[in-house]
């Protein structure tokens, strides 16, 4: 196996912002694995609770480490030797896709039926930042418009409190008022314990589905007295990050938001869902400024997610490839080999 790597600077249209802090323009990296004439692509979004802040660090870490993987070893071998040797999650994600994607190939099938899995049938939702109302205002319509998505993921948690997380939510009810989407909330750990309980019985009564994220997660520990009299689901995303978790909050928490950068790639995806199923729990995939090449990896997943939240690529001017394409709202991945993403110009 051959080793390549790229680095593309991705522009976002809209900055995201959310409860701690703003995600602009990015360098992500794209990882290629060649052998007997297929390749295999996979994609590293760089991030400070991913384990790895740039794309040239990736780069180095998987230059390093890639000749060291044995001829013939499998995805699952190769996964776990990264894992033990501590390669951060983010940049195993790349690789653990590149793989995935080889082998899809090499059978000749798409990731999704490789995995014996359908194509998904949830629909996505599509991002909205912590906004002052006005700009709520002008972005919703546009967003929804564009896109066609039939969910709307609204995130709360502003740091002005929540009063400001209530007047922005009112913003958006009323802009998204035409389109009749789902609704749902990422307060991304913003609120305190009592802020949490306050604003779940607040919109349980004005169309939220659910509440991802609710408290910090440093704050783990109250997520016990949360969920006791919560007027809606709880999901959690940055307390989750690999199936070893899951024990933990099994009781606490309604759902698991997983995503491939956060969880080390699709290998430690599968482990995931079966753990949640194994304790009872839905489950939802996320992203975190991922191209159009990590979304079709996810979307070869979506059969398995009762939630989905697959957007980043819809916020990009200059997505670098293709793949995984909106169908009534729902992200599809493509009928060819692999996990159906490429970059344009490349191959
Ligand atoms: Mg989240």
Known sequence: MNFSFKKIRL?????????????????????????????GVGEMVPGSLTGCESADEGEKILAEFTPTIRQGASVHEIYHQARTEGIPPCVLAALDMALWDLLAKESR??????????KPSAPTSVTIGVNPPEVI???????????????LKVKLGSPQGIDADKESYLAVLKAAEKFHVGIRIDANGGWSLEDAKQ??????TRKTEYVEQPLHHDCDDQLPELFKNRALPIFVDESCRFSSDIPKWA???DGINLKL???????????IVATA??????????????????????????????????????NFRNDPAEGAVLTQGIVTP???????????NDE
């Not at 099938?109 to 359908?118: D, R, S, V």
């Not at 929804?144 to 969910?151: F, Q, V």
């Not at 604003?199 to 349980?204: D, E, G, P, R």
């Not at 493509?334 to 344009?344: D, F, I, K, N």
């Open 11 to 39: 522009e976002q249209i809209y900055p995201l912002r959310i409860s701690r802090g703003l995600k602009e323009d990015c360098d992500n990296l794209f990882v290629f694995v060649e052998k007997n004439g297929l390749t």
């Open 109 to 118: 099938q798409p990731l999704y039926k490789l995995l014996g899995l359908a």
């Open 137 to 151: 205002r002008e972005q919703v319509p546009e967003m929804l418009s564009r896109t066609g998505c039939l969910n």
């Open 199 to 204: 604003m779940m019985k607040w919109l349980q």
């Open 251 to 253: 009781d606490s928490v």
């Open 261 to 271: 950068m956060k969880c080390g790639g699709i290998t430690e995806a599968l482990r």
């Open 277 to 314: 199923r194994a304790f009872g729990l839905q489950t939802m995939i996320g992203c975190m400024g991922e191209s159009l090449i990590a979304i079709s990896a996810g979307a070869a997943l979506g059969h398995l997610f009762d939630f989905i939240d697959l957007d980043s690529h819809l």
């Open 334 to 344: 493509p009928g060819r080999p692999g996990h159906g993403g490429r970059l344009l």
